[in-house]
């Protein structure tokens, strides 16, 4: 029966924690306004002259280059660490003997033992 009254207790813990969780979340999503994009990409957009096309430009390139660097970072340590891994495989199975050499080297030994 004890055991029973923890599990209960567990339960409501859960619950009114996820209660909390909700209502924090309903607050923070009632307080959000709406947000427009930076002041300078606005302001560029709003006006015609060439000036602002090459700053809108250079945010364009500056926002590509920031999302593709993540990727662009873990792709060059994936490959390094996988042409390695393949270097080192490729390294013990030169250093390590064939099949055929271990086989008539046995061979051998079979030969030579006296029956």
């Known amino acids: 029966m004890q055991q029973y ?13 996820s209660r909390i969780w909700l209502l924090v979340f309903l607050v923070l999503l009632i ?7 930076c ?3 606005k302001d560029a957009l709003s006006e015609n002259d060439p000036q602002h096309a090459r700053m809108v430009r250079g945010y364009f390139w500056s926002i ?3 999302m593709a660097m993540p990727f662009t970072i873990a792709g060059t340590f994936g490959t390094f660490f996988y042409l390695e891994v393949r270097r ?3 390294a013990q199975q ?3 003997p064939s099949v055929e050499s271990l086989a008539d080297e046995l ?9």
Do not use: H, T, W
């Open 64 to 66: 590509l280059f920031m």
């Open 31 to 37: 307080g959000v306004q709406v947000v427009d994009a």
């Open 5 to 17: 009254r923890l599990s209960i207790g567990k339960v409501a813990r859960i619950f009114l924690a």
């Open 107 to 115: 061979n051998r030994e079979v030969e030579e033992m006296p029956y």
């Open 39 to 41: 002041p300078g990409c």
């Open 88 to 90: 080192k495989r490729m």
């Open 94 to 96: 030169d250093a390590s």
